[in-house]
């Protein structure tokens, strides 16, 4: 049970740095819509970037999954040779598919591809890394950003097809209810 708060405490975290920079959004609306900007001046109360709108994929078995309900974490080392690679590619598929990516540092720096890592602490690591699961980077995650469900995806650096066919197979997982 405790071990559920903290990764519900964990998690939470996570996504508040997502929902602190809608308010920020918001209040920037608010400022534009007062001074007139037809760019802008939509009801505030209409647009809210904290819910992001529906980024529809359809897997191999035709099941359908909404992108903007899952989050991709990745544990990284700047020093790492093999997140060097590996990250780069990670950027770019989530750019191209939508799909968000959080990435944690191990050792509180970033790379080229994610400069503003988040420090890995002990409580986000026990998290993750399930016991025997071993510590590596880069090692990424598939979290349902709603219920918190977490799935492991890779451990060590893949080609984009890789990471594309992994993905696959574990959103089908996820949708299933079955655990793996």
């Given at each position: 049970m405790m071990r559920k708060r903290i990764k519900t405490a964990c998690l939470s975290a996570l996504l508040l740095s997502v929902t602190a920079q809608a308010s920020t959004w918001d209040d920037i609306r608010a400022i534009e819509a007062e001074k007139g900007n037809p760019s802008t001046s939509a009801p505030v109360e209409t647009v809210n970037p904290a819910v992001k709108p529906a980024r529809w994929s359809t897997l191999t078995n035709g099941q359908r999954v909404n992108?903007?309900?899952?989050?991709?974490?990745?544990?990284?080392q700047s020093t790492c040779a093999y997140c060097h690679r590996f990250d780069p590619m990670l950027k770019a598929f989530s750019e191209e598919s939508g799909l968000s990516v959080t990435a944690f540092s191990l050792d509180a720096k970033g790379d080229d591809a994610f400069p503003d890592a988040l420090q890995a602490t002990p409580e986000v690591m026990v998290q993750f890394f399930t016991p025997g699961m071993p510590v590596a980077t880069p090692t990424t995650f598939l979290v349902n950003v709603h219920t918190l469900a977490t799935y492991p995806l890779l451990q060590g650096a893949v080609d984009k097809p890789a990471l594309a066919s992994r993905l696959d197979e574990v959103f089908q997982v996820a949708m299933s209810g079955r655990v793996k």
């Open positions: 992108l903007a309900d899952w989050r991709v974490v990745v544990f990284m």
